[in-house]
């Protein structure tokens, strides 16, 4: 087996499938920290069997690397040589039989409604760059955008009309999202200061949001942004644009939305994953009695 030719092949299929970048560059680094290891272990890619992966296992242990990143790591190996098995390139997936390390189930991290509005209060809107901001921050709680869905959209992408966004998730499928009053104000503001008719918008392919060269908003961009306002917050929490989406569906939740409407607001393919954010609620729920019920 050529490793450096199968992984090539494996990582266009990924593409492929609509994997989004940043799956692919995970996905890719796994690959590559695994092929180091062979390399510097002197073992041939005609040699791997589940010997060697546990051989691996016992190397990352070895380098002290958190149970996350070795769970992910041995979770892209299965899906390459499950793809390998699939397109009889291997007879057999030996990472399979490897048991990982049991991961500890972590809640989410969740802005509560007063930390989202002081958060989106902070960009200053008295320039192009402030209204971006503005209408990007609203846009992830808005909608609970995945951070690839907001650095992807296009002006087409959003109907002012029906206050509706079009969004490509996770393999390419594509959802229909609801946007709040405040979100359509701040990107109507957006739009019109750079001067373009945001009613206008339908079928251009232009980007949502761009740099301040003009291009595309880059995911690394989004990320920078989100840092930059929490920073300016003060606050003590761990919050990524991710935290926007957490929040998003935690807040409809203890609004009284029903499980399956956030599961598709969200772009779940399975509700279990959904499910994580009445853990959430729950908890919420016991700090505030624990806070306020007088024999608590």
Known sequence: MDFEREK????EWLEGRGASVETQRAY?????????????SGIKASEI???????YLSHLRTLEYERTSIARRFASLRSFFRFLVRNSKASSNPAKLCRTPRLEKRLPTVMDESEIARLLALPDCSNLRGLRDKALLELLYSAGLRVSEAAGLKLGNVDFFSSIVT??????KERLAPLGSYAVKALTEYLEKRGW????ASGDDRPLFCNRFGRRLSVRGVRRIVEKYVRQSGTTKSISPHTFRHSFATH?????????SVQELLGHANIATTQIYTHVTIRNLKAAYDKTHPRA
């Open 8 to 11: 090539a092949g494996f990582l």
């Open 197 to 200: 008719d945001p009613t206008q």
């Open 49 to 55: 069997d589940h010997l060697v992966m546990r051989r």
């Open 167 to 172: 969004l490509s998730g996770k393999g390419r």
């Open 28 to 40: 890719r680094a796994d690959l590559a920290h695994f092929q180091q290891f062979l390399e510097t």
């Open 252 to 260: 409809m939740l203890e609004r009284g939305a029903d499980l399956r």
